[in-house]
């Protein structure tokens, strides 16, 4: 299995531009899940999914949107990039009625300037 | 879920055990104690979690206290390599949604 894989690993955009950051899990997880880590700081969560078709919002959703059309896929979208944004995303997945490990990514270095 | 308090920092001599203590004053019954730990920028990692009773596993031993309020993650010989900011975490069990709940952690130097 390769786990949790996410593109790209570093990204560079400039303020309004829009992008998604990739994230895949081949141990068919149902739960998925965005974070977003600032210098210094804890994991805070953005968004995350119990299944494909059901996503809902955690602590710091605004400026992003995502979708969950397949089990595997969990894509996050940013669409006008601002600066508050600058930080590294990392994606997770956990099986159904898990109790057990959190997987998490590598993550996605994200600058906007 | 319950809210947890970790020392900012602490320090262990290579070979020697880390004892990383964790305050969890407000668990309820149904939640569990994990504890993760995340190396340099890499995605956090698990290492173990328990409900009431001590567990152990490859990497660490999680005592938990009695009444549930406290916690200690054991690291019994540590390495360079266990430099790390280390992460306890109170997650409700059954029927929630499983997200964490990450606060800043204890960063672990282990010097030589």
């Known amino acids: 299995n390769a786990g949790v894989t996410q593109t790209p690993k570093f990204r560079i955009l400039k303020i309004g531009q829009s992008m998604t950051l990739q994230c895949a899990q081949d141990m068919n997880h149902n739960y998925m899940y965005w974070y977003r880590q600032d210098p210094g700081m804890g994991l805070k969560l953005i968004y995350y999914s119990v299944g494909a078709g059901i996503t809902d919002k955690g602590e710091v959703p605004n400026g992003y949107n995502v979708s969950r059309s397949t089990t595997e896929d969990f894509p996050l979208r940013l669409e006008l990039a601002a600066p508050s944004q600058t930080s590294v995303y990392f994606c997770?997945?956990?099986?159904?009625?898990?109790?057990?490990?959190?997987?998490f990514g590598p993550g996605t270095r994200l600058t906007v300037t | 879920d319950a809210k947890t308090t970790q020392p900012t920092s602490m320090d262990c001599a290579e070979g020697r055990a880390a004892n990383l203590p964790c305050n969890h004053s407000t668990i309820s019954g149904n939640e569990y104690v994990y504890w993760y730990r995340q190396i340099h920028s890499q995605g956090p990692q698990y290492i173990i979690h328990g409900l009431k009773n001590n567990e152990t596993n490859e990497m660490a031993s999680l005592i938990i206290t009695e009444d549930r309020k406290s916690s200690t993650l054991i690291l019994p010989h540590a390495t360079l390599r266990d430099t790390a900011v280390y992460y306890c975490?109170?997650?409700?069990?059954?029927?929630?949604?499983?997200?964490?709940?990450f606060g800043k952690g204890t960063l672990l130097t282990v010097n030589p």
């Open positions: 997770a997945s956990i099986e159904a009625g898990g109790l057990g490990e959190q997987y």
């Open positions: 975490i109170v997650r409700g069990g059954g029927g929630s949604n499983y997200k964490l709940t």
